[in-house]
């Protein structure tokens, strides 16, 4: 078993910033993926980013030049820097951890991201 902890998110306006963080712990070792997928209220889950072990990186379309996905394999954690946030980035914000084929997958208890106009 993995266990996933986060923290971050909250309010804040368009235009700023925050910064998710996640740090995993348990069986890590066969964990190869981690990242974060969002909800929003009537939505599918979808991913934000995810990063690989050896650090390829996955992000999706409508966030890229605005968040960045960071990983140290040392202390098992991945964060999520938002800049320029709008109010579609309102969601709830799940960290996950799989492994390479995703027998293997965990996730947070997520975390409220709320961005007024």
């Known amino acids: 078993q993995v266990q996933l902890v986060e923290s971050g998110g909250g309010l804040v306006q368009a235009g700023g910033s925050l910064r998710l963080s996640c740090a995993a712990s348990g069986s890590i070792q066969g964990i190869y993926l981690m990242g974060w997928y969002r909800q929003a209220p009537g939505k599918q889950r979808e991913l934000v980013a995810h990063?690989?072990?050896?650090?390829?990186?996955n992000v999706a379309d409508s966030v890229k030049g605005r968040f960045t996905i960071s990983r140290d394999n040392a202390k098992n954690t991945v964060s999520l820097q938002m800049d320029s946030l709008e109010p579609e980035d309102t969601a709830v914000y799940y960290c996950?951890?799989?492994?390479?084929?995703?027998?293997?997958?965990?996730w947070g208890q997520g975390t409220q991201v709320t961005v007024s106009s």
């Open positions: 990063m690989s072990r050896s650090g390829t990186t």
């Open positions: 996950n951890a799989r492994d390479r084929f995703a027998v293997l997958n965990y």
